[in-house]
T-cell receptor
């Protein structure tokens, strides 16, 4: 199993541009999550999904959108990128959510200038 | 919502000594407390977790203790080794049927001095 994969690893965006961060998992997990990690800070939840077709907002959803059309994929869309979105983005998955381990991808480092 | 405080932000110990990292949480309903280790350039990886019906859990050199009354939990690493150098995050969640993500502390940079 590849686990949780994320692409791209690095990206530089200009202010106002848009992009999609890709996340895929091959563990047949129902639950998937997007977090952002700012320097010296813990991870903050952006969006999560409990299964295909179901998504919900986390703590910091503004400026982002998600979709979940399959169990495997959970892309994160940035519209009109802003410098405040400069961060490292982590995708995670979990078999049944709640009291269970979340498996994290390697992250995407995004810089908006 | 939940708030997790983690101390210290940096911890330097001699190889072979013990390291202790402490966290407090605000939501008394939280019932799952994992600890993650993050190495440079990688995603966090679970090293140990504890549920609210247990006071202590051990796995070889690492242990976690939970005090529900005081709402704090701690990570203990004994006989530290160079490969223990990393950033460690505590987290908390209330799992009541929903799927909210974890609330993380700000992390502790553990440095093992040779």
């Amino acid at each position: 199993n590849a686990g949780v994969t994320q692409t791209p690893k690095f990206r530089i965006l200009k202010i106002g541009q848009s992009m999609t961060l890709q996340c895929a998992q091959d563990m047949n997990h129902n639950y998937m999550y997007w977090y952002r990690q700012d320097p010296g800070m813990g991870l903050k939840l952006i969006y999560y999904s409990v299964g295909a077709g179901i998504t919900d907002k986390g703590e910091v959803p503004n400026g982002y959108n998600v979709s979940r059309s399959t169990t495997e994929d959970f892309p994160l869309r940035l519209e009109l990128a802003a410098p405040s979105q400069t961060s490292v983005y982590f995708c995670a998955s979990s078999p049944i959510g709640g009291l269970n381990e979340q498996y994290f991808g390697p992250g995407t480092r995004l810089t908006v200038t | 919502g939940e708030n997790v405080e983690q101390h210290p932000s940096t911890l330097s110990v001699q190889e072979g000594d013990s390291a202790v990292i402490k966290c407090t949480y605000s939501d008394s309903a939280s019932n799952y407390f994992p600890w993650y280790k993050q190495e440079l350039g990688k995603g966090p990886q679970l090293i140990i977790d504890i549920r609210s019906n247990v006071g202590e859990k051990k796995d070889q050199r690492i242990a976690v203790t939970l005090n529900k009354t005081a709402k704090h939990f701690s990570l203990h690493i004994t006989e530290t080794q160079p490969e223990d150098s990393a950033v460690y995050f505590c987290a908390a969640i209330y799992s009541g049927g929903g799927a909210d993500g974890l609330t993380f502390g700000k992390g502790t940079h553990l440095i093992i001095q040779p």
